[in-house]
């Protein structure tokens, strides 16, 4: 099968099919960390979609180059080096390390390149300069800001006309800007900042959106086709990189396609620091929540839409997980002559917009019926999830526990100690009817 695959493109607000610039290297960008601390489970989401967006990429093109940014000058990077009386780059080395562990705990594969940007100095310096001698940036007082008006379709992507804005909200009110609206390139190095770099302009550091377009330009060139982020990037980070990027090249198209993933809340809130209900995916896989149940919480919605972050949802997907993992256990030995084929109505629904609700419905009939005994709905549900990189192999026999199961576990205990056989039997088959066995032992009990 011919696969064709369908995206929601922001850039039209419209789905549309993917067709490649050039099908012998799909090209794809995505704004990566700004490493200042570990990453939240709003992070993690975005990793997550793009990963298996590079997935589905892979098994329909011969070749995908997959950018992924490593920011590590911004002034949270500086702010919290301060904080914690740090070395700049100490901190920036051990939270890119902490990205990367975590997202190993969510199985996401490696990037082609992950570029830092403070490598990437001198080619931001020139992008700039030649942003100046076109006339769509200029100098005020150390800084280097971009010229909005100077970009006719400016706010294009975003859907808002500069007039309607909220100055003083996202965008920084400064008596140095012709237009409120424009947006800073450099930024002069503050009194006993020290992280800095020389300019032409003076010492300072670049502002955060010119970071994308450089390195966009230099890992794939002019044009590429997808470039992908979370909603909350679309403005202003999105759209002041296509005003500089293509201003600064006739030539340049910039990205073809615009992919963004939904918000995510908690417990139907915004996450926030000041509402307490700040979780970091550490914290998540230390309480003994699975990485593979995390990630299959991130599938259960579709990657456009908001989704919550809520006790019940992590505890049914770590259910999820471990029936599938009880679907495959006694056709284990079968799969090491695999062919590794995945089915094509399963390919469908991740090549439409990669809808995971459908895709995982799929799976869970699959499960089913390898239940009952036939081990080629096995082999082709272990496929399936491998394609979305939910690994049913990984910590064979130690699968983690809800904490629903250990309260029930706990609770037969009680009955049982109480002699209320019948109370304790009806509590064995609620534990039996969600996935998991209960075995008496002289301790107490073994769940499996």
């Given at each position: 099968m011919k696969l064709k695959i369908f995206l929601t493109n922001t850039l039209s607000g419209k789905k549309e099919e993917f067709i490649p610039i050039d099908k012998s290297d799909i090209k794809m960008y995505v704004c990566g960390p700004t490493v200042y601390d570990r990453p939240h489970i709003g992070n993690a989401r975005s990793s997550v979609i793009f990963d298996l967006l590079f997935r589905l990429l892979r098994n329909a093109y011969s070749k995908v180059t997959y950018v992924r940014n490593i920011t590590d000058v911004d002034d949270k990077i500086i702010d919290a080096a301060n904080k914690n009386n740090e070395n700049i780059e100490s901190l920036t080395t051990r939270i890119t390390q902490y990205f990367?562990?975590?997202?190993?705990?969510?199985?996401?594969?490696?990037?082609?390149?992950?570029?830092?940007?403070?490598?990437?100095?001198?080619?931001?310096?020139?992008?700039?300069?030649?942003?100046?001698?076109?006339?769509?940036?200029?100098?005020?007082?150390?800084?280097?800001?971009?010229?909005?008006?100077?970009?006719?379709?400016?706010?294009?992507?975003?859907?808002?006309?500069?007039?309607?804005?909220?100055?003083?909200?996202?965008?920084?009110?400064?008596?140095?800007?012709?237009?409120?609206?424009?947006?800073?390139?450099?930024?002069?190095?503050?009194?006993?900042?020290?992280?800095?770099?020389?300019?032409?302009?003076?010492?300072?550091?670049?502002?955060?959106?010119?970071?994308?377009?450089?390195?966009?330009?230099?890992?794939?060139?002019?044009s590429f086709d997808i470039h992908g982020g979370g909603a909350d990037l679309i403005f202003p980070h999105h759209e002041n990189e296509i005003a500089q990027s293509i201003c600064e090249s006739k030539n340049n198209k910039f990205a073809k396609y615009w992919v963004h993933n939904g918000f995510l809340?908690?417990?139907?809130?915004?996450?926030?620091?000041?509402?307490?209900?700040?979780?970091?995916?550490?914290?998540?896989?230390?309480?003994?929540?699975?990485?593979?149940?995390?990630?299959?919480?991130?599938?259960?919605?579709?990657?456009?839409?908001?989704?919550?972050?809520?006790?019940?949802?992590?505890?049914?997907?770590?259910?999820?997980?471990?029936?599938?993992?009880?679907?495959?256990?006694?056709?284990?030995?079968?799969?090491?002559?695999?062919?590794?084929?995945?089915?094509?109505?399963?390919?469908?629904?991740?090549?439409?917009?990669?809808?995971?609700?459908?895709?995982?419905?799929?799976?869970?009939?699959?499960s089913s019926k390898a239940q009952e005994g036939d081990e080629n709905y096995a082999i082709d549900m272990l496929n399936c999830c491998d394609f979305l990189g939910l690994n049913l192999e990984e910590k064979s026999g130690e699968i983690q526990l809800t904490p629903e199961i250990i309260k029930l576990a706990e609770e037969r205990k009680k009955f049982k100690a109480d002699k209320k056989w019948e109370e304790a039997d009806k509590i064995r088959m609620q534990i039996e009817e969600q996935g998991y066995k209960i075995i008496d032992t002289k301790d107490g009990y073994e769940i499996i």
């Open positions: 990367h562990e975590d997202l190993g705990h969510l199985n996401c594969l490696i990037p082609n390149q992950e570029p830092k940007a403070t490598e990437n100095i001198p080619e931001m310096i020139s992008m700039i300069t030649r942003l100046i001698e076109l006339g769509h940036a200029y100098v005020s007082d150390g800084h280097v800001y971009f010229d909005i008006d100077s970009y006719s379709d400016y706010g294009r992507l975003s859907k808002r006309k500069i007039d309607d804005q909220d100055i003083g909200a996202r965008i920084e009110i400064s008596e140095l800007k012709k237009n409120p609206m424009d947006f800073v390139l450099w930024k002069p190095k503050k009194q006993h900042e020290k992280m800095f770099f020389s300019s032409p302009w003076g010492d300072g550091r670049p502002g955060w959106h010119i970071e994308c377009s450089v390195m966009s330009k230099k890992y794939l060139g002019n809340t908690v417990e139907g809130d915004k996450m926030s620091k000041s509402l307490g209900n700040f979780i970091t995916v550490k914290e998540l896989l230390d309480r003994g929540i699975g990485g593979m149940a995390l990630r299959y919480f991130y599938l259960t919605s579709h990657y456009r839409r908001p989704l919550d972050f809520n006790q019940k949802a992590l505890e049914d997907s770590q259910k999820s997980i471990t029936k599938f993992q009880k679907s495959i256990q006694k056709y284990s030995e079968k799969f090491d002559a695999n062919s590794k084929k995945i089915p094509d109505e399963f390919l469908s629904y991740i090549a439409d917009d990669l809808n995971t609700p459908l895709a995982l419905s799929f799976i869970h009939k699959l």
